[in-house]
């Protein structure tokens, strides 16, 4: 098959450039950008505190293909190679490949969106609080000591899923690295390394530990009675996505998808 070049089109008077979009996944390595030669490390530093990143091209992935390839291909060593461990597809320039602009969106506006339906919630447990306080009742009990202990379940249980999401994390990178290195250890050899057994034996360990956490919070939160979205506060926010159009994905956790970007940031 042969290469796709980049077209440049005249039509009346305006020059319309053709440019490639490529799925764009989750990278692992020290140098994990397409753009630019930026490390993993420096990546976590403010912005005012990087130097520049030698940007990439496509005369430099095919040089460090060529020494990948010529120094054995050992990915274990892909990081002195600027991680480029396989042959570009397409002679489709750097520049020509457009930033996944709207999965950037995506995730900064599920992001502030999460916080802001925390700070509701929070919101909520104190009205709830001061509202317990103001019930007078001769023949009820005041429900303050009730509620305090709402709060403290519900805390308890936020922090069970903060618990639980680190180590199913930390498994998911395990995971990842026990299949790089089975992958390359792999190559001659039909049985797995101890090494990555052990991270196997990990990975399990660690996602059965999470999974517990999970049932601890999910009882936690059954048993109170009152769940994270059933507040108002919350639930008005909910009104208001739907006054707009905006329908969450039930299916999906009540994730958004890309037109329910647009339309929350009109």
Not at 229 to 251: D, T
Request: charged fraction near 20%.
């Amino acid at each position: 098959m042969g290469y796709l070049e980049p077209q440049v089109h005249t039509m009346q008077a305006f020059n319309v450039r053709i440019a490639l979009m490529p799925p764009y996944c989750k990278i692992l390595g020290r140098h994990c950008c397409l753009w630019c030669l930026i490390d993993g490390s420096t990546m976590t530093k403010p912005l005012a505190e990087r130097s520049m990143s030698q940007p990439r091209n496509l005369h430099q992935l095919k040089t460090d293909y060529r020494r990948f390839t010529e120094s054995g291909g050992n990915i274990k060593r892909a990081k002195f190679f600027n991680n480029v461990i396989r042959p570009h597809l397409l002679d489709v320039p750097i520049d020509h490949v457009a930033i996944p602009a709207l999965h950037i969106s995506l995730g900064v506006f599920a992001k502030l969106y999460d916080l802001l339906e925390k700070a509701a919630h929070e919101l909520d447990i104190q009205r709830a609080c001061e509202e317990g306080k103001m019930v007078p009742s001769e023949t009820q009990e005041t429900p303050t000591s009730s509620f305090e202990s709402h709060i403290s379940r519900t805390r308890h249980a936020q922090n069970l899923k903060q618990e639980a999401e680190h180590k199913m994390a930390k498994a998911q990178r395990l995971l990842e690295i026990a299949s790089w290195l089975n992958l390359a250890e792999n190559a001659d050899v039909q049985s797995t390394p101890p090494e990555v057994m052990q991270l196997y034996e990990q990975t399990s360990k660690l996602q059965a530990q999470a999974t517990e956490l999970e049932n601890q919070e999910q009882a936690i939160i059954k048993s109170t009675s009152f769940q994270f979205r059933n507040g108002p506060s919350v639930q008005s926010l909910e009104r208001v996505l739907r006054e707009i159009g905006v329908e969450r994905q039930a299916y999906h956790g009540g994730s958004f998808i890309g037109n329910h970007i647009h339309k929350c940031c009109q």
